[in-house]
């Protein structure tokens, strides 16, 4: 049989066209998709590697930052203890009254109180004492000054019997111990 030059071209033609078509489906299109994909990657790349240069050129400032937010919260553990440490309070009161010349009736820590969404909690304590007007002054002066946070609240006086200078004094203070935040 023979082939007409005319059905060769086409045959070559078609040949072409079939050739031209498998290698665009499975061949380009596929590898410019990825292509793309690649391109996107690369870019991503980039993009974290100039946040890694910008990191890295503030390296110093935030190892400062990190070293005076670690020196801050140290500080803050100090003034807001972790738990409550009643024995070490009640004693470090204790001395403070005795250089004061008060007697206390009464101390009577309660329950925590949990303020919402706040990293500490209250610890309320009841105080009962007896002492001059001048020495519960300093006394008040000298708590204001503690190495923790102490917050007095309705403080009340009363004459105490016949001495005019003593008083009976009932207070409520808070004291603070930290929650949250610390590892």
Same mark, same amino acid.
């Given at each position: ?31 410019? /998709?990825?292509? &793309? ?17 910008? /990191?890295?050129?503030?390296?110093? +400032? ?11 919260? &140290? ?9 409550? +440490? /009643? ?49 519960? /002054?300093?006394?008040? +002066? ?8 102490? +917050? ?32």
């Amino acid at each position: 049989m023979k082939i007409s030059k005319r059905m060769k071209i086409v045959i070559f033609i078609i040949f072409l066209v079939v050739f031209a078509y498998l290698n665009y489906s499975f061949i380009y299109q596929p590898r410019k /998709i990825r292509i &793309e994909e690649l391109d996107q990657q690369i870019s991503s790349l980039h993009t974290k590697i100039e946040e890694g240069r910008r /990191i890295a050129a503030r390296l110093d +400032d935030l190892k400062k930052e990190y070293a005076e937010l670690t020196e801050r919260l &140290e500080f803050v553990e100090v003034l807001l203890p972790k738990e409550k +440490d /009643i024995p070490d309070f009640l004693v470090l009161l204790q001395e403070t009254m005795d250089e004061f010349n008060i007697n206390f009736t009464n101390f009577s820590p309660q329950k925590l109180v949990q303020e919402r969404d706040a990293i500490y909690a209250r610890l309320p304590i009841n105080l009962t004492y007896t002492a001059n007007y001048f020495e519960t /002054i300093e006394f008040l +002066d000298r708590l204001e000054n503690f190495p923790r946070i102490v +917050d007095v609240k309705d403080l009340k006086l009363n004459p105490a019997g016949d001495d005019k200078e003593t008083v009976n004094i009932t207070m409520s203070m808070f004291t603070y111990v930290l929650t949250k935040g610390t590892q």
